[in-house]
């Protein structure tokens, strides 16, 4: 007698779930578009899945929650691990400047503002979203750079760079506030990149 074996308990079959090489980044960049065009609390990991030709327990198998899957969302796009070093080889002198610089670049590269634009209209109305962006923008990059600079206080000071980075990400690109809106990048980096060079490194 012959039947079919009763299906395993974890990850999925290959052959259901369009698994193989580049699942994990078409389950990310799936995530990506949709957090962009949905938001964090239209967006779901059955949404993900469908959009990435997979799964659901796939996407749990590689991210977990639907929190992490955000999270994952918002560390391509600030990629800490890579810009930390970076940003820190020229040690106190221009820090302000590269930091200005680097965070500017993030939001005007189209490929990384559009789940960026979910993330910071997420995190004004949902808290799993805003303390992703804490914990993200945050903890694994200003209060690094902080700490790495050995300031007193570097907690206080990566809070008080994060407002002024993240208070003009949300007039430029989310308000569309003018003339800020649409002033050459150079302008706001030469501007703001005194205060931030204040904030983590003067005692």
């Known amino acids: 007698m012959t039947g079919t074996a009763p299906r395993r308990r974890g990850r999925p079959a290959r052959s259901d779930t369009g698994t193989g090489p580049g699942a994990r980044e078409r389950i990310l960049e799936a995530a990506r578009t949709e957090f962009a065009e949905r938001g964090f609390d239209k967006t ?8 990435a030709g997979v799964d659901p327990a796939l996407v749990h198998h590689y991210f977990g929650t639907k929190e992490e899957v955000f999270g994952a969302a918002i560390e391509v796009s600030f ?30 590269n189209p490929v990384s503002r559009a789940p960026l634009l979910a993330i910071i209209r997420s ?17 694994r990059l200003l209060e690094r750079i902080a700490v790495e600079l050995d300031v007193p206080d ?12 993240i208070g003009i990400a949300i007039l430029r690109y989310v308000l569309k506030a003018e003339p800020l809106a649409s002033v ?20």
Not at 44 to 51: H, L, Y
Not at 123 to 139: D, G, I, M
Not at 154 to 165: I, K, V
């Open 44 to 51: 779901s990991v059955r949404g993900i899945a469908k959009a």
């Open 79 to 108: 990629e800490p691990a890579m810009v930390l070093p970076a940003l820190l080889s020229g040690g106190e002198e221009g820090i302000g400047e590269r930091l200005a610089r680097y965070f500017i670049s993030v939001w005007e």
């Open 123 to 139: 995190a004004v109305t949902n808290e799993a979203a805003a303390a992703l962006l804490r914990k993200f923008v945050l903890r």
């Open 154 to 165: 570097p907690t206080l000071r990566a809070e008080l760079a994060a407002s002024h980075m």
């Open 184 to 203: 050459d990048t150079e302008e706001i980096v030469r501007l703001v990149a005194p205060t931030l060079q204040r904030y983590l490194t003067e005692a």
